[in-house]
């Protein structure tokens, strides 16, 4: 198979390297590059540090894309153009239309906040400086975007904010230089399978029973809270084999299989609501309304989703869903009991036509020998009856959480499909 060009990204900020800020450009511009038809190498996140931020350019440039974000702001800290040179062999130029530009954009900003301009000025000739022969991608705010081509090769420097960064990420696609790149690129192909309930073990045997990935098919495997995410990437003229390592890798855990897409899990379920016509709605104790959150964050979910119920307490949990005092009392607040009551008094107090309850004890303190942390009661009640869920799990508070919610999601999924016999 031809080898397709060589990406490398290059994240900087020294809060990122502290842990201070979780990095999402690195992802994103690697998703990109395998998109495209790159081969993403790697990702580095670099501080600041001038020495350090050097190497990981001098690396970088060698590749066929090196991809910069960060690093463009008018501080003392704000190196990446500088380093971006230097890693180059070049020098230094104030770009004056460029100088313009971001002069416009500071005296706005100054006026707006009532600073003197003079305040600015400074930043504004840093952030119009550029290395020799790059070209500017446009403003976001008034950090630049910039591309340099070097030999065949491109650095794309973006901004650090994600939102900046992919708004001026498309203008660099357009470019002469990087079009000429992705003219050698061979975008591969995709299979998305995704799996609930099987181990991520009982995957990877499978995939070596099918024979292994390779001659143009890479397979990774994946495990996130219950699920596991099977990608295939096909290379142009691999369809063949890719169809048959998918033919023969599904048999043996197709019942397990979900979905053949990105979607995640609450997509899924909006998606099977919509198709019956029905309404959902949760009830939420220990996890806070992570399951109705994960299911407003999917645009069109209100044509779906009625609303939400998070009640904490089992005086809220009387009064807003009608659970039974006596219930509470005698089963507890976690209990199948008591899961089973809520669901059907969301059903009932918001007219839904199907919910989902979360109730158990998410930790740290709270357990007892009886009801340990990590305890979770779930319900989906619906037209048809409903069905529940006893589970146990372990990691702290927030990954405890987050799991019921997973949970949570994928027991309404299964009662709209059907199936009763998943594990997890």
């Known amino acids: 198979?031809?080898?397709?060009?060589?990406?490398?990204?290059?994240?900087?900020?020294s809060e990122l390297v502290r842990g201070e800020r979780t990095d999402r450009n690195g992802p994103f511009l690697a998703a990109e590059a395998l998109r495209l038809g790159l081969?993403?190498?790697?990702?580095v996140i670099v501080g600041d540090d001038r020495g350090e931020l050097e190497a990981a350019l001098r690396e970088g440039v060698e590749a066929d894309a090196c991809?910069?974000?960060?690093g463009l702001g008018p501080t003392h800290d704000d190196r990446t153009v500088e380093m971006?040179?230097?890693?180059l062999g070049r020098g230094l130029q104030v770009d004056a239309d460029l100088e313009?530009?971001?002069?416009?954009?500071?005296r706005a900003a100054a006026e707006r906040l009532e600073r003197p301009y003079a305040d600015f000025r400074p930043g504004v000739r840093k952030q119009a400086t550029k290395p020799e022969g790059a070209v500017s991608l446009g403003l976001a705010g008034t950090a630049p975007g910039l591309l340099v081509e070097h030999g065949g090769k491109v650095v794309v420097v973006l901004p650090g904010p994600p939102p900046e960064l992919q708004r001026l990420w498309p203008n660099a696609l357009e470019t002469?230089?990087?079009?000429?790149?992705?003219?050698?690129?061979?975008?591969?192909g995709r299979r998305v399978l995704r799996f609930f309930g099987v181990s991520e073990s009982a995957v990877a045997r499978a995939l070596a029973g099918a024979g292994g990935d390779g001659d143009g098919v890479e397979v990774t495997i994946c495990a996130r809270d219950f699920e596991i995410h099977v990608d295939l990437v096909v290379a142009p003229g691999a369809e063949a084999r890719a169809d048959a390592l998918e033919a023969a890798l599904l048999p043996p855990i197709e019942k397990w299989l979900f979905s053949r897409d990105d979607r995640p899990v609450e997509e899924h379920v909006l998606s099977l609501c919509r198709a019956r016509g029905l309404t959902l709605a949760t009830a939420e104790?220990?996890?806070?309304?992570?399951?109705?959150?994960?299911?407003?964050?999917?645009?069109?979910?209100?044509?779906?989703?009625?609303?939400?119920?998070?009640?904490y307490a089992n005086a809220v949990k009387e009064a807003a869903l009608g659970v039974p005092a006596e219930l509470l009392a005698v089963h507890g607040a976690v209990s199948a009991e008591a899961a089973e009551a809520m669901a059907r008094g969301a059903r009932a107090r918001?007219?839904?036509?199907?919910?989902?309850?979360?109730?158990?004890v998410a930790g740290p303190g709270g357990g007892t020998e009886g009801k340990p942390v990590g305890l979770v009661h779930l319900h989906a009640a619906g037209p048809d009856g409903g069905v529940s869920r006893e589970l146990t799990f372990p990691g702290d508070r927030e990954s405890i959480r987050a799991r019921s919610a997973v949970m949570a999601l994928h027991l309404v999924r299964r009662m709209l499909t059907g199936i009763r016999d998943e594990g997890a």
Request: glycine share 10%.
């Open 1 to 13: 198979m031809p080898q397709r060009p060589r990406a490398i990204v290059v994240v900087t900020g």
């Open 39 to 43: 081969e993403p190498a790697r990702i």
């Open 67 to 70: 991809l910069v974000s960060g």
């Open 84 to 87: 971006v040179a230097r890693a």
């Open 100 to 106: 313009r530009e971001i002069e416009r954009v500071s």
């Open 176 to 188: 002469d230089a990087f079009r000429a790149l992705l003219a050698r690129a061979q975008p591969p």
């Open 285 to 311: 104790s220990e996890t806070g309304g992570l399951v109705a959150a994960r299911l407003t964050s999917i645009p069109g979910a209100s044509e779906v989703f009625v609303g939400s119920v998070v009640a």
């Open 350 to 360: 918001l007219g839904a036509d199907v919910a989902v309850a979360v109730t158990g």
